[in-house]
């Protein structure tokens, strides 16, 4: 199956995919920044660029790849899965506060006070972004 990886193989004739998988799995700061590398490129593109969707489905298929080899390995690795889905929820949640206050037509008096209501609000955005478990930082994970 050309889809699994598996985390104890030899680097010796192996894609580059495959090979950053098998470390990742093994190094959790690596697996961080693998991870926030691969998001970050199959993110929607900005508007009026024109998209490559080839590019973006080969990053699909790795970030897919990885997330499956980080679930099926060792302990370390499935850690490695949990931390990365909790900073992937946070985030989205995080840019989603951001932009619904952006999008608002107030000054920014107004927009940082709704701001502070939006952080304090667990309702919202189904997140307490004024308390919650310690979380390692995307670009700053150790």
């Known amino acids: 199956d050309p889809n699994k990886v598996e985390v104890g193989e030899t680097c010796e004739n192996k894609d580059l995919a495959s090979f950053l998988i098998a470390r ?6 690596l697996a961080n920044f693998l991870y926030w590398y691969l998001w970050v490129e199959c993110e929607d593109q900005e508007p009026g660029l024109k998209p490559d969707t080839k590019v973006r489905e080969m990053y699909l298929w790795v970030l897919r790849r990885f997330k499956l080899a980080l679930q099926q390995g060792n302990s370390d690795a499935r850690a490695s899965y949990v931390t990365l889905t909790r900073q992937g929820h946070f985030m989205e949640n995080l840019v989603a506060l951001v932009k619904s206050v952006a999008k608002e037509n107030i000054n920014r ?34």
């Open 24 to 29: 990742a799995c093994n190094n959790p700061t």
């Open 109 to 142: 008096v107004k927009k940082n006070e709704k701001l502070r209501s939006l952080l304090e609000d667990t309702e919202t955005f189904n997140t307490n972004f004024a308390c919650f478990e310690p979380l390692p930082l995307p670009l700053d994970p150790d």
